[in-house]
């Protein structure tokens, strides 16, 4: 009955669709269209970024924002979101093990998922290490890789200053630095040698997309490294391990993990939706995770060490082995807010590209075609592309303005006027000296003597000699409009154009045809959903009843019969003594919803999971984890019941009318839903959404936002439990969203000894039922106090049940299931009674 995490539900009252259309005729080259759908209640201000939504600051004119390379900006609603979820509930430190460290842990895991999710791939291939950003990120590897003498350390010469600063760590530990320019890595591919020294490990690093051009580099350069195809590891035998500085592309572009497995991926929240500012990660190919060793440890990595000796074991998992201290963890919440509005707002990356490209190569266009009075280029662009495809291209556009005699206008001055007009851009060198030497054609030597003259990265001195030190960066977000381009563009006619304005007509009709033959397949490719619509029927494999016996299998264990209407239940058992009580199944419980209230049956099919439709739905709050009457007593108040005939689950709840949802597959589903996953006692399980309605019903009686999920019918999750097989050819078991087991079951003599204990430590009768506190599948009475803690097998009729072991008992036993209040017994008393616990049984 812990947390478990789940996939995040859009619970806003507002569908936001995005809609767009790319006219590549270049009249106006970009047409965008935004439809709002509103679904109840008011419009928000606006969909896009902080500024847009409340029509920028309180009492301060549009800002027209061009840095989102630097940072996006983040949506109001994403805030609201966080701040109501900071509301709803209390995160503690997910290093304790109380219920607020719980939900903490939990949706630390969700987002963990969702991260992984997002650029198409799973835990079973990489693992999320949280960091304070892409940069910490990039670090960790430097610091954690094993450098050695006749290892390299290579990276391309288009990279950002914390990839180069890789190298003062690698170079101290023995290893070379191999600078490689982009052009090298194809051009000397032939430079092949004979493989030797495997074992010594090298690492290259280049970036998915430049941050000062927006280049996207090839995708398949991270396997033809890694396979010796490409130089540099080509020319050097050795296992070549690559890392990726994804945190420029992830800002606007989809990335998928299964098509460039990279060993290592840096990537920067702040970037893909503004909000929070201090967490990133690197996410660790599973496969390269052993060859990255760490000397320190921190708060939360040991699984053991001793102060008085040189004793430490790390613990086992990669994310805990790295992960010093006490992760941000709210800022993590975050982040999980910022997927749910960057999906919410956009419908997913693919539409993203496709839509930030459009207003770069827009901007690209006009700038590149805009002349002075006099012929003269307005502009020089530095790029390798014609922007013509947006996989090979980023929505970066990085330029110089020219005066009419051709000479570079500084970018500090464009800068500052900018600002005048409430234009917000960048400009310099943007942290990538390599990129800015190399289209700004400046030598080593150039740069050393500018730096004599009193030039340093990030101040104003923007020309020296008459040459450049640095240029103008504009770069688009999601929330971007065509409105921004058009009041860039105005900006740079009416300030820095010799009227009159031409355009070079040559340059257009070049431009307009290249355009005419690409594709917008290119943006990406769609991954549909593969969620089922449907269950399989229900299959039964045997009814277990309390008052319809059965036929007993001969060669089954001796069993003993308490009366005529009573079940017999056999257990396999060496005692005499225990040969000879008679064990009856007395009562049948299943709970369809996970920590909602029973459904006490005579007879019930048994399916392939246990009880048919036991435990298969469970409640999630706003961040997709598992709601438990541990933080929600009021759950116990929600009565599911299974109906056959109509083939639904009915749900019931005091002062509202009943909701139902199918019990083969789900209700009518959130828009934004996908099959996804998610953790019950540890154990990654897929789940599906079920729905509008059952959500609305759910967070009204609850009054929280929070949706119904059911486990994936085509999923198969395994036993906790070591399973000890029946036959030898029988599979293990399978199990539903339940803890550890397919069924629980309970001896009532242990109850009463339990019983009996609390009416001794008050001296009056317990008013309370005990049974229901134990939420047990199966009541079985007639047995000996505690003799259930040595059954290996039970048998019920025809069934034959395995004894995988005892169910530790949590606080949840406090709660009183008809009324949601929280008393300490039993477990005051279970604490001095058999050792701490009622020995509850799991099958």
């Not at 939504?53 to 979101?81: C, K, M």
């Not at 509301?87 to 607020?100: E, T």
């Not at 990660?281 to 008085?308: H, I, P, Q």
């Not at 154009?497 to 007509?505: A, Y």
Request: glycine letters at 8%.
């Amino acid at each position: 009955m812990g947390h478990s995490s789940i996939h995040q539900w859009n619970t806003h009252t507002h569908t936001h669709s995005l809609s767009l259309s790319l006219s590549l005729s270049l009249s106006l080259s970009l047409s965008l269209s935004l439809s709002l759908t509103h679904t109840m209640g008011e419009p928000e201000q606006h969909v896009f970024g902080v500024w847009w939504e409340t029509g920028a600051p309180r009492g301060n004119p549009r800002i027209t924002y061009l840095d989102h390379a630097g940072t996006t900006l983040f949506a109001e609603s994403q805030i609201n979101g966080f701040f109501q979820d900071l509301c709803g509930n209390v995160y503690g430190n997910p290093h304790s093990h109380n219920p607020s460290s719980r939900l903490t842990h939990d949706t630390v895991e969700r987002v963990r998922y969702r991260i992984l999710q997002h650029f198409n791939t799973n835990p079973d291939s990489y693992t999320v290490v949280f960091t304070s950003g892409c940069t910490a990120a990039l670090k960790l590897v430097a610091e954690c890789f094993p450098w050695q003498h006749r290892g390299h350390f290579s990276y391309l010469t288009d990279n950002h200053t914390s990839v180069v600063g890789m190298r003062g760590l690698a170079t101290r530990m023995g290893a070379t630095a191999l600078p490689v320019t982009p052009e090298e890595v194809e051009g000397r591919a032939g430079e092949c040698v004979n493989p030797k020294n495997h074992e010594i490990p090298h690492l290259f690093c280049f970036p998915a997309q430049s941050n000062f051009s927006g280049r996207k580099y090839p995708v398949w350069h991270v396997r033809g490294v890694q396979a010796g195809k490409l130089y540099p590891s080509c020319a050097w035998g050795g296992r070549w391990f690559v890392l990726l500085d994804a945190a420029g592309l992830a800002s606007c572009s989809p990335l998928d993990l299964q098509e460039t497995p990279a060993d290592f991926v840096s990537i920067s929240f702040y970037k893909m939706f503004g909000f929070p500012t201090g967490i990133g990660a690197l996410l660790v190919r599973n496969t390269a995770a052993a060859v990255l060793s760490k000397s320190y440890f921190g708060g939360g990595t040991a699984a053991a060490y001793l102060a008085g000796e040189d004793f430490f074991i790390p613990k086992p998992t990669i994310a805990d082995r790295f992960e010093d201290g006490t992760i941000s963890f709210l800022d993590i919440v975050a982040v999980h807010h910022g997927f749910d509005t960057l999906q919410r707002l956009t419908g997913g990356m693919e539409r993203v590209q496709l839509h930030t490209f459009g207003l770069a190569r827009h901007t690209f266009v006009m700038l590149s075609c805009l002349r002075h009075g006099n012929g003269q280029p307005v502009a020089q662009v530095y790029s390798h592309t014609e922007y013509e495809d947006p996989s090979t291209q980023g929505a970066i556009v990085n330029f110089n303005l020219l005066d009419a005699q051709g000479t570079v206008v500084g970018y500090s001055w464009v800068g500052k006027l900018a600002s005048l007009f409430n234009i917000q851009l960048r400009t310099g060198c943007f942290c990538n000296t390599g990129a800015c030497q190399q289209h700004l054609s400046m030598s080593n030597q150039q740069v050393k003597s500018n730096l004599q003259a009193g030039h340093v990265c990030g101040d104003d001195i923007d020309m020296i000699d008459g040459q450049p030190t640095g240029s103008v960066r504009v770069s688009f977000g999601y929330m971007s409009t065509f409105q921004d381009c058009q009041m860039l563009l105005r900006f740079v006619v009416n300030c820095f154009v010799h009227k009159p304005v031409k355009i070079d007509e040559a340059r257009l009709d070049k431009l307009r045809s290249a355009s005419r033959g690409q594709s917008l397949n290119c943006i990406g490719h769609y991954r549909p959903s593969t969620l089922s619509p449907s269950l399989q029927s229900p299959c039964t494999v045997d009814y277990i009843s309390p008052q319809k016996p059965s036929a007993v299998d001969p060669k089954s264990p001796q069993r003993i019969q308490e009366g005529p209407h009573s079940f017999p239940v056999a257990v396999n058992v060496d005692s005499p003594l225990w040969r000879t009580k008679n064990r009856t199944l007395s009562r049948i419980f299943l709970y369809p919803i996970k920590s909602c209230a029973a459904m006490e049956v005579d007879h019930w099919p048994l399916g392939p999971l246990g009880l048919q439709y036991d435990r298969l739905w469970m409640v999630v709050n706003i961040n997709g984890v598992c709601m438990s009457q541990k933080q929600e007593p009021r759950l116990c108040l929600i009565k599911p019941t299974v109906h056959w005939a109509s083939r639904e689950l009915h749900l019931y709840a005091p002062g509202l009318k009943p909701v139902s949802v199918p019990l083969e597959g789900c209700g009518q589903q959130s828009p934004a839903i996908q099959l996804c996953q998610s953790k019950v006692c540890g154990d990654r399980v897929q789940i599906v959404d079920c729905g509008d309605s059952a959500a609305n019903w759910l967070s009204e009686f609850l009054e929280k936002p929070c949706r119904l999920i059911r486990q994936n019918p085509c999923f198969t999750r395994g036993i906790l439990f070591t399973y000890v097989s029946l036959e030898p050819e029988e599979p293990a078991a399978a199990l539903s969203l339940a803890n550890e087991a397919q069924y629980l079951i309970i001896n009532t003599a242990s109850v009463e000894v339990l019983q009996k204990r609390i009416m001794s430590r008050y001296h009056r009768k317990v008013s309370f039922p005990l049974i229901s506190r134990f939420r047990a599948n199966l009541v079985i009475n007639g047995a000996e106090a505690f003799e259930e803690d040595d059954w290996g097998q039970v048998q019920i009729g025809n069934s034959v049940f395995q004894v995988v072991g005892q169910c530790e008992r949590c606080h949840m036993i406090g709660i009183d299931q008809d009324t949601g209040a929280r008393t300490l017994e039993p477990l005051l008393s279970l604490s001095a009674c058999h050792k701490g616990k009622v020995s509850a049984e799991e099958w």
